[in-house]
């Protein structure tokens, strides 16, 4: 499976705390991106890093990449309630020139008040 | 508009049934996708299509057969499903200056009996 992993596969926070979730990948990858999952609802993208950056900011999100481990890793500082989620990474492997993107296993991060 | 919209929301069908998803974009993406996510799993991709021309096919069963009529439409027709094809049906599509990052539409949730 190209499926990626991801730990922690659940993280629970406070309000302000900084949350951190890692991303590895197993091919090499066009570019890594990240979605956020309200419960049952569809996916929002976040953010999406180039295989050639090393590190994104985006508002309270930040992500970096180190292609040499296949790994990823992203930060939400200063976390809030509305952050409850499922984070996904998503690896573009495409080699057809069609986009292919093959989600990690996701971490559920719950933020209380 | 940058909004996906799908179907309908809910679905429960007997393994008998015919039935149809539907999805629709007036983003003017080119690039469409079905994923199939089972609860707690990431998304698992189905169908690409790109300029309305299936593009990818990850080797789904035939029971599921994906129509794109126009650039804005796309529909995956359900015939003789079993139980375990019950999950949550999520439609993107991707194109334009942002076209790395996908739009979700909030997916069907189809329960097969």
């Known amino acids: 499976s190209q499926q990626g992993e991801e730990d922690p596969q659940a993280l629970s926070i406070q309000e302000g705390e900084n949350a951190t979730m890692n991303c590895s990948y197993k091919t090499s990858i066009n570019n890594l991106q990240w979605y956020r999952q309200n419960s049952g609802r569809g996916l929002v993208h976040l953010i999406l890093i180039r295989s050639n950056e090393r590190e994104k900011h985006s508002g309270r999100l930040r992500v970096t990449l180190d292609t040499s481990k296949k790994s990823s890793s992203l930060l939400i500082t200063a976390s809030r309630a509305a952050d409850t989620a499922s984070y996904f990474c998503a690896t573009d492997v495409s080699d057809t020139g069609f986009q292919k993107l093959v989600f990690g296993t996701g971490t559920r991060l719950l933020v209380s008040p | 508009d940058t909004e996906v919209t799908q179907t309908p929301k809910h679905l429960v069908m007997g393994m008998t049934n015919k039935k149809s998803l539907k999805c629709e974009q007036h983003?003017?993406?080119?690039?469409m996708y079905w994923y199939k996510q089972k609860a707690k799993k990431p998304p698992e991709l189905m169908f690409v299509y790109s300029y309305e021309k299936l593009s990818i096919n990850e080797s789904v069963p035939s029971r599921f057969s994906p129509e794109c009529p126009n650039s804005s439409l796309l529909n995956l027709h359900l015939h003789a499903l079993q139980p375990e094809d019950s999950a949550l049906y999520l439609c993107a599509s991707s194109g334009g200056r942002t076209y790395n990052e996908q739009f979700f539409g909030p997916g069907t949730r189809l329960t097969v009996l």
């Open positions: 983003m003017g993406h080119r690039a």
